[in-house]
């Protein structure tokens, strides 16, 4: 098992920067993949972004150049720093981590950008 906790959500006006942070513990080794998901009430969760345990990174055509997401596998912790955020980017976001065949969610964490 895997757990992820995540953090650094919070409000925040348009044009402002949040860091999301995503740690994870347990059974961590040989996760792969790594990244978020948002998702916006009666809307699908969407990925936001993801980054390999090689350190491949891919975003949402609606945040390339906005957010950028890191990895610090020491420390076992995926980041997502979200720059010039807008009001669409208003959304739970869930952190994610896959394991062989298996995808492990964090709790989501809100985020508010207000215009």
């Known amino acids: 098992q895997v757990q992820l906790v995540e953090s650094g959500g919070g409000l925040v006006q348009t044009g402002g920067s949040l860091r999301l942070s995503c740690a994870a513990s347990?059974?961590?080794?040989?996760?792969?993949?790594m990244g978020w998901y948002r998702q916006v009430p009666g809307n699908q969760r969407e990925l936001v972004a993801r980054?390999?345990?090689?350190?491949?990174?891919n975003y949402a055509d609606s945040v390339k150049g906005r957010f950028t997401i890191s990895r610090d596998n020491a420390k076992n912790t995926v980041y997502l720093q979200m720059n010039s955020l807008k009001p669409e980017d208003t959304a739970v976001y869930y952190c994610?981590?896959?394991?062989?065949?298996?995808?492990?969610w964090g709790q989501g964490t809100q985020v508010t950008v207000s215009s």
């Open positions: 347990g059974s961590i080794f040989s996760i792969n993949d």
């Open positions: 980054i390999t345990s090689g350190g491949t990174t």
């Open positions: 994610y981590a896959v394991k062989g065949w298996n995808i492990y």
